[in-house]
């Protein structure tokens, strides 16, 4: 009787255990279910307050919910975003790598302010990311024009309240040829988008950035290590842009500000269609390589995330190249 007793009180307590472990179980998947927006509840609880002027229906601005992604962290357990209620601003996100990065920040929780030059295209990548239910904005934004610059700055104050990120993609090469050969008016432009824009645009975010221990990523090229003989002064800014991360880095490390730069090699974007629509420099790309593939924009994306991220605390003043290899020690 004693014997029977002790195996119903075994198979009870067996029993209640496994009842917790499915409750832990069902109550992290309705939170999942919720932060990817499947269950109705999160609708009614949008949070506005954050982009009060979202519901006033702006033309290509935020999507009036800044619904976070749930990603499935190294140690297994399901947390928000982790770039969650922060602010990014992607300059020359559009298309290609900053479009990619800017999707990927989102994904990971961030408010987002995309920007190129052209309102048709940002109307097109703003209104692509706000049906994948991402919150992003768009704004027109030559980084070259200084008043572009402070349009960028004052939009993304207006209606995000502050900046924590910056990532500087706008980069332009108006011209295939030697450095010598270059006109003077190419290079003021080449150094003007590709070099002293990201200074100049990080100057005027800085006092907003500072009261919230920002990152910035600067993004150079593969042809700052290896410089190729046609991409004459555009080399000379991509390695131009490695010493103002390290400079940068220097400056802005006493205001907790880290600042590191993405060093892409091929990736298949508009961009680079001269070199991936070239068969003969492609299959020697591959022999190079030995990875047998050229990247895509989202190779480059992930490792910027990391970069904002707390994960990245430590980090400043590196490179990190995305370029299938890269023989720096
Ligand atoms: P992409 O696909 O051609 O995209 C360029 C983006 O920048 C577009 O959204 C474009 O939109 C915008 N843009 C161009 N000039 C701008 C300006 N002055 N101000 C603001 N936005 C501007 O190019 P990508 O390949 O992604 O290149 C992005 C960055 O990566 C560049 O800095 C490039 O130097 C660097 N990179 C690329 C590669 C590669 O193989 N693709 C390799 C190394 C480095 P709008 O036309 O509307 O302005």
Excluded at 147 to 154: G, S
Excluded at 270 to 287: A, C, I, P, T
Aim: glycine share 8%.
């Amino acid at each position: 009787m004693k014997g029977s007793d002790e195996r119903a009180r075994r198979r009870w307590r067996e029993a209640e255990n496994l009842m917790h472990i499915l409750e832990a179980k069902s109550t992290r998947l309705a939170d999942g279910l919720e932060a990817e927006g499947l269950i109705q509840q999160e609708a009614s609880q949008t949070p506005t307050t954050m982009l009060p002027a979202v519901a006033r229906g702006h033309r290509g601005w935020f999507h009036p919910c800044a619904r976070l992604s749930v990603r499935m962290s190294s140690t297994g357990i399901d947390r928000k975003g982790i770039l969650a209620e922060r602010v990014a601003v992607v300059t020359g996100s559009t298309s290609g790598i900053g479009f990619a990065i800017a999707r990927r920040l989102a994904q990971d929780g961030a408010h987002v302010v995309i920007s190129s030059r052209k309102q048709q295209n940002v109307d097109r990548a703003a209104a692509q990311l706000q049906r994948e239910g991402l919150s992003v904005a768009g704004i027109v934004c030559h980084v070259g024009k200084a008043e572009d610059r402070e349009r960028l700055v004052a939009t993304a104050l207006e209606h995000c309240g502050g900046v924590d990120f910056l990532v500087c993609c706008a980069g332009v090469n108006p011209l295939v040829g030697s450095t010598l050969g270059t006109s003077e008016q190419i290079w003021d432009k080449i150094l003007n988008v590709n070099v002293k824009s990201p200074a100049l645009l990080l100057s005027q975010l800085l006092p907003y950035m500072e009261k919230r221990k920002g990152a910035v990523t600067l993004v150079s090229s593969i042809a700052a290590y290896f410089p190729r003989m046609e991409l004459g002064v555009y080399n000379v800014s991509k390695t131009a842009l490695l010493a103002l991360t390290r400079t940068l880095a220097l400056e802005l490390a006493p205001k907790d500000i880290r600042v590191n730069c993405l060093v892409p090699g091929v990736i298949k974007t508009d961009f680079s269609k001269v070199s991936h629509g070239n068969e003969s420099l492609l299959k020697y790309l591959r022999e190079c390589l030995q990875m047998q593939r050229i990247g895509e924009p989202e190779d480059c994306a992930g490792v910027v995330s990391f970069l904002c991220s707390p994960d990245a605390s430590y980090i400043t003043g590196e490179n990190i190249a995305v370029a299938g290899f890269s023989s720096r020690l």
